[in-house]
């Protein structure tokens, strides 16, 4: 199914979108490690918004949208957190990668290695020339991720909001199979539907369409178990 967007949707959205960059432009003024990266986007914008590599009728599982520097970075810091130790140098996939900020936030904030994975040919040579600039372990492929090995990323993560449930069941199936015990998940608006996955963490965060219920979850034996 298409979706199509009107006026005050389009008015709500461009609202949303300065307020999304004076919060990410805050966020990295204290943080010198994330500078090149925010003027490597800001550069890009002057050319063309990401929005105008996309579709702008896309069906359910192809909708764009981007998490903000600051989100993922929020997020990341939740999963150190509850593994109690740092993610520097364990290697984490983006399913849909988009424009690539939350992996370039993991790869230039954590030091983590990243792999992302996006259809769209034209966001990919952009994260690319992006990464390029920076210079920072991340790659991005244009590939179906489904078709793809998961195997031996600590870290995966997915915004399936606008997903059919036919798709999250798709990922879910394959996420608990080629997830080792020990690795992460997380998904947007919704947990991944599985006695192997168990809910780690919950909790409400800002993306470029809005507020999204972010879950953080954990790879365990097909037996939930009751401790981290």
Known sequence: MKLRYNTPMILYHA?????????????????????RLFLAFQFEYFLHSSYYYVDKNPDENDVFGYTPFFTAARILKKIEHWQGRSLRGERMLDLGSGDGR???????????????????????????????YIKCNAEFFDDDFMKGSWIGYEVIFVAWTTFTPSRVKAITDKAVEEMVPGAWLVTLSEPAEHDALTVIDSFSAWFSWGLSRVYVQRRYCREKQSDI
Do not use: S
Request: aromatic share 20%; with cysteine.
């Open 15 to 35: 609202f949303w979108q300065i307020l999304t960059w004076f919060r990410e432009a805050l966020f990295v003024v204290f943080r010198p490690r994330y500078w």
């Open 102 to 132: 939350f992996l370039l936030t993991g790869a230039v904030g954590f030091g983590l290695v990243g792999l992302g994975m996006e259809l769209n040919e034209r966001l990919v040579a952009k994260c690319q020339a992006i990464t390029h």
